[in-house]
């Protein structure tokens, strides 16, 4: 049974400051009583790079809860108006979701669009105001159990630095997470998706040179706009008030098995969307770097924890950001991770290194299985949106088209069979509320454990 102890201050150590590890950072931090939190980012500097990112309303549920949502609007994140999708050839569209004011009604959040760079600066900024520990330069090389007095604890080793001890770690470390390796016991690679992305951003003087009329109406669009063909799509919208835009182009993987990113040239690049929409190809003209990434993916991890360790984000499932979700799981896992261990903190954590190690180590396997169903349905609809998009002229693409046509403006309810006009799929993609879900599993577990249920009956 548990018994109520004398509040003890769980440590929090999070690897990497990306946006998963620094929402999870945050969140610890603006539970009540706070969680102690170390965020170690082995980057020496946070800078303001990369290019668009959506919030989509899951995520930006979780901004809200945040309390985020008023400072990314000041750092210019703005409202989608709607998600277009166009044909290749022409531009023409084949279906426009309607999205402003009816995905707060829908869904409980809007769909904002932001720069990346601005929104890592958000979360840092608040992870530090409200009080984490963020280390630069911090370049985390191993965890080990505790030992001795420190038995129970995590010991995460630093490169250069003073080991540092936690109650639990967190593996926000991405892509080529090292924690990863740690929790599995042997090093697990993502794996190739077929597919690599260009993307940059430019500025509005550019678009502005070309002085055409398509290419001037869909820039004052507040819309995501894509354009879909044969084994590739291009993905364009507005940034800082329409001062940037954001292009990312998808196409199929041609770099050598293994290479990570490589510089391509822009006739190449430009050579995908040969025959495509001329505005289209406009746009693409106003990339000045072809950098090439490779888009890597795991289908399912088996575990996503090892007793007090657990990872999120991209350690856990990278998948193809064909949804516009990757950030957006990482920000979820982070938010239901902090909830979690505060709820346990605050419902009587015990004194006993051996029990309290058992208690959190409960608490870690109860994340995983709440997140770790959710990912995988993310990462196969990452799949199936990427089927859907890149059909070639035929039978399935016309049968797409007709289907996309018909999707009502509004009263929007119904099934499809692409993913991307399926009401259903889109509310539990969109719409779930993973806060309350995560409460109500976690006082459901504290209540078996409570009746005297097994240590380890956290499976849902
Ligand atoms: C083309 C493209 C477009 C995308 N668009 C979207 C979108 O619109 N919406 C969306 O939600 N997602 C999108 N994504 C996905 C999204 O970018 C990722 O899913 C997200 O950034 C993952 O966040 P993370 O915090 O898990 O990892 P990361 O952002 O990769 O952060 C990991 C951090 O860990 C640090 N680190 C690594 N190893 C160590 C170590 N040993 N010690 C200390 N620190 C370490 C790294 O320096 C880094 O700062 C897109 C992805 C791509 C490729």
Same mark, same amino acid.
């Given at each position: 049974m548990l018994q109520k102890q004398a509040l003890y201050p769980v440590h929090v150590v999070v690897v990497g400051a990306g946006i998963g590890g620094l929402a999870c950072a945050i969140?610890?931090?603006?539970?009540?009583?706070?969680?102690?939190?170390?965020? +170690?980012? #082995?980057?020496?500097?946070?800078?303001a790079i990369g290019a668009g990112i959506h919030i989509p309303p899951n995520a930006c549920r979780i901004v809200k809860h945040l309390g985020l949502v008023e400072e990314l609007k000041k750092a210019q994140a703005y409202s989608v108006e709607g998600f277009t999708l166009r044909r290749y050839e022409d531009g023409r569209v084949l279906a426009e979701k309607p999205m402003g004011d009816r995905m707060e009604t829908e869904?409980?959040?809007?769909? *904002?669009?932001?720069? #990346?760079?601005?929104?890592?600066?958000?979360?840092?900024?608040?992870?530090r105001k409200n009080g984490a520990q963020v280390l630069l330069d911090a370049d985390v090389v191993g965890v080990e159990e505790g030992t001795g007095e420190s038995s129970g604890k995590q010991i995460v080793l630093i490169k250069s630095k003073d080991p540092i001890t936690a109650d639990v770690v967190v593996g926000a470390d991405g892509l080529w997470s090292g924690l990863r390796e740690y929790v599995l016991g042997f090093p697990k690679p993502p794996l190739e998706t077929g597919d690599l992305a260009y993307r940059g951003t430019f500025t509005r003087e550019q678009l502005k040179t070309f002085k055409n009329k398509r290419v001037d109406e869909i820039m004052e669009a507040a819309n995501v706009q894509v354009w879909l063909g044969s084994n590739r799509h291009a993905v364009f919208?507005? +940034?800082?008030?329409?001062?940037?835009?954001?292009?990312? *182009?998808?196409?199929?993987?041609? *770099?050598?098995? @293994?290479?990570?990113?490589?510089?391509?040239?822009?006739?190449?690049?430009?050579?995908?969307?040969?025959g495509w929409d001329p505005a289209l190809n406009l746009i693409i003209s106003c990339l000045k770097s072809a950098l090439k990434w490779k888009l890597l993916h795991f289908q399912e991890l088996d575990q996503?924890?090892? @007793?007090?360790?657990?990872?999120?984000?991209?350690?856990?499932?990278?998948?193809?950001?064909?949804?516009?979700? @990757?950030?957006?799981?990482?920000?979820?896992?982070?938010?239901?991770?902090?909830?979690?261990?505060?709820?346990?903190?605050?419902?009587?954590?015990?004194?006993?290194?051996?029990? #309290?190690?058992?208690?959190?180590?409960?608490?870690?396997?109860?994340?995983?299985?709440l997140r770790k169903k959710r990912t995988?349905?993310?990462?196969?609809?990452?799949?199936?949106?990427?089927?859907?998009?890149? *059909?070639s002229d035929g039978n399935e693409q016309i049968?797409?088209?007709?289907?996309?046509?018909?999707?009502?403006?509004?009263?929007?309810?119904?099934?499809?069979?692409?993913?991307?006009?399926?009401?259903p799929y889109q509310k539990s993609l969109l719409g779930f509320d993973s806060l309350a879900d995560a409460e109500r599993n976690f006082d459901a577990w504290l209540g078996r454990r409570r009746q005297g249920g097994s240590q380890g009956d956290v499976r849902l």
């Open positions: 969140a610890c931090r603006r539970s009540n009583p706070p969680l102690e939190v170390t965020v +170690l980012e #082995r980057a020496p500097e946070i800078l869904y409980g959040a809007e769909w *904002l669009a932001i720069h #990346r760079g601005d929104y890592q600066n958000v979360l840092l900024g608040s992870a919208y507005p +940034l800082r008030d329409k001062t940037e835009y954001n292009l990312v *182009l998808l196409v199929a993987d041609d *770099l050598p098995p @293994g290479m990570r990113t490589a510089q391509g040239n822009l006739d190449e690049m430009a050579a995908n969307f040969e996503w924890t090892k @007793g007090t360790v657990a990872l999120l984000g991209d350690a856990s499932h990278p998948t193809l950001p064909y949804q516009g979700q @990757g950030a957006a799981m990482a920000v979820e896992d982070g938010a239901i991770l902090g909830l979690l261990l505060s709820k346990l903190q605050n419902s009587g954590i015990a004194s006993d290194p051996e029990e #309290r190690y058992a208690q959190l180590t409960d608490v870690l396997r109860l994340y995983e299985d995988e349905v993310n990462v196969a609809g990452a799949l199936d949106t990427r089927h859907y998009y890149h *059909l049968r797409r088209d007709q289907e996309l046509a018909e999707l009502p403006a509004s009263n929007w309810e119904g099934p499809c069979n692409f993913n991307w006009g399926d009401a």
